[in-house]
């Protein structure tokens, strides 16, 4: 059983930078693979970035690439996103999730467990 609890979102000008955490409880929480899923009002959730389960693969989406750093600290049980020249599209609810499988899986379906999200909104 995995927890995790996201923290470091809020309201940041266009172009304004977020770093977002995700504290997981959990002896085995370094064996997961973890990911960065975005929610908008009315869209699917999507992935934004990923990381297999000792940091060895990174997947980013097409519309982050160069924008934003996923990265994790197992010895805190905590991952990290850092988002850089944000834009007001990616205005969402932020979730992160814990795969088992503990490689990279680009679907929600994949992954096992989930926080409760944290809000991110760009302002224009």
């Known amino acids: 059983q995995v927890q995790l609890v996201e923290s470091g979102g809020g309201l940041v000008q266009a172009g304004g930078s977020l770093r977002l955490s995700c504290a997981g409880s959990?002896?085995?929480?370094?064996?997961?693979?973890m990911g960065w899923f975005r929610q908008a009002p009315g869209k699917e959730r999507e992935l934004v970035a990923a990381?297999?389960?000792?940091?060895?693969?990174?997947y980013y989406a097409d519309s982050e690439e160069g924008r934003c750093t996923i990265s994790r600290d197992n010895a805190k049980n905590t991952v990290y996103l850092q988002m850089n020249n944000l834009k007001p599209e990616e205005t969402a609810v932020y979730y992160c999730a814990a795969s088992s499988l503990g490689i990279i899986k680009l679907t929600p379906t994949s992954y096992d467990y989930w926080g409760q999200g944290t809000q991110v909104t760009v302002s224009s």
């Open positions: 959990g002896r085995t929480f370094s064996s997961y693979a």
């Open positions: 990381m297999s389960w000792f940091g060895r693969n990174t």
